[in-house]
């Protein structure tokens, strides 16, 4: 293997990390990361002073112009467009686990979907790479007061959502393994007392499978996870496991993964789940489940 590989295979996790971010979808991801290659491959590398700068710049230049393409794909998209979830391997020390939390977990990603595209690298290589304005400007290619301004924006932007509450990490696990017990049980009132009045309920079947674009109330949800149980019985199992590095349920029927359910809590209920059930976004997840 030559130098050049090696020194690619090196920061590939990096750069694998960017496009991930800022497109919120594994094969376009790998598509961004291949093509980054092919540019590395063919550059004259003699000429390059810092591999990894120049591979980080080349990496968020292909993911913003592919990201701009794909929100007109998305703006046709049917339903409400959630990020791919993906399993992945916890991070070892508690920063990192804190770290990786934050930054890919599926409800950090949709987030980020209502940002322009150099808005979301200008975000996120400023507040998740902690990279220097001189070097998002030069990435960019922008005056650095431009990328103050991209950040500012951003950061007034992701403010009007919903507050994303530091919650410690177990405390989601213990709510979701009762509220995936509960569910198991059948029981209602259970599943109700774990949930906030005004819970919400966003799903994304792309078109592909029923799903609800929008569902809020507890109860509402209560009843509907309360129904899926009734319906399907013993062919309906949950598990909680980590995706996106954050604790998260999949549900099973007849031993297929229907859905990965992404859940936010306020520290004492569950106040949202995001439900991504399109089968092409499930896809991977489930061949890793059945590979492990």
Same mark, same amino acid.
């Given at each position: ?41 063919? %550059?004259? @590398?003699? !000429?390059?002073?810092? $591999? ?5 710049? &080349? /990496? ?5 112009? +592919? ?94 959502? %919903?507050? @994303?509450? !530091?919650?410690?990490? $177990? ?5 979701? &393994? /009762? ?5 198991? +049980? ?107």
């Amino acid at each position: 293997m030559t130098d050049s590989v090696l020194l690619f295979n090196r920061h590939r996790p990096r750069l694998y990390g960017i496009a991930y971010r800022m497109l919120g979808a594994v094969a376009e991801a790998e598509d961004v990361v291949q093509d980054a290659w092919l540019r590395w491959h063919d %550059t004259d @590398r003699g !000429a390059i002073e810092n $591999a990894e700068a120049w591979l980080v710049t &080349v /990496t968020t230049r292909l993911s913003i112009d +592919r990201l701009r393409a794909a929100k007109a794909e998305r703006a046709n998209y049917v339903g409400v467009w959630l990020p791919e979830p993906m399993l992945m391997a916890a991070p070892s020390t508690p920063e990192q686990i804190r770290e990786f939390a934050d930054d890919v977990s599926v409800a950090f990603l949709f987030m980020l979907e209502r940002l322009s595209p150099d808005a979301r690298a200008a975000f996120l290589m400023r507040e998740v790479f902690d990279a220097d304005y001189d070097d998002i400007a030069l990435t960019l290619d922008k005056t650095q007061a431009a990328c103050r301004q991209l950040v500012r924006r951003a950061k007034q932007q992701l403010r009007q959502g %919903t507050p @994303r509450e !530091a919650v410690p990490r $177990a405390t989601l696990q213990r709510l979701l &393994v /009762t509220f995936a017990d509960a569910m198991q +049980r059948s029981d209602f009132h259970g599943l109700h007392a774990l949930l906030s009045d005004d819970a919400e309920l966003i799903g994304d079947g792309g078109g592909k499978v029923t799903s609800f674009a929008s569902l809020v109330g507890g109860k509402r949800l209560a009843q509907l996870f309360y129904a899926g149980k009734r319906r399907f019985r013993d062919a309906l199992d949950v598990q909680v496991v980590q995706v996106n590095g954050q604790w998260t349920l999949l549900r099973f029927i007849d031993g297929s993964l229907e859905s990965v359910q992404s859940y936010e809590t306020d520290g004492q209920r569950l106040t949202r789940v995001l439900v991504q059930r399109n089968p092409d976004k499930l896809a991977r997840i489930a061949a890793a489940l059945v590979q492990g």
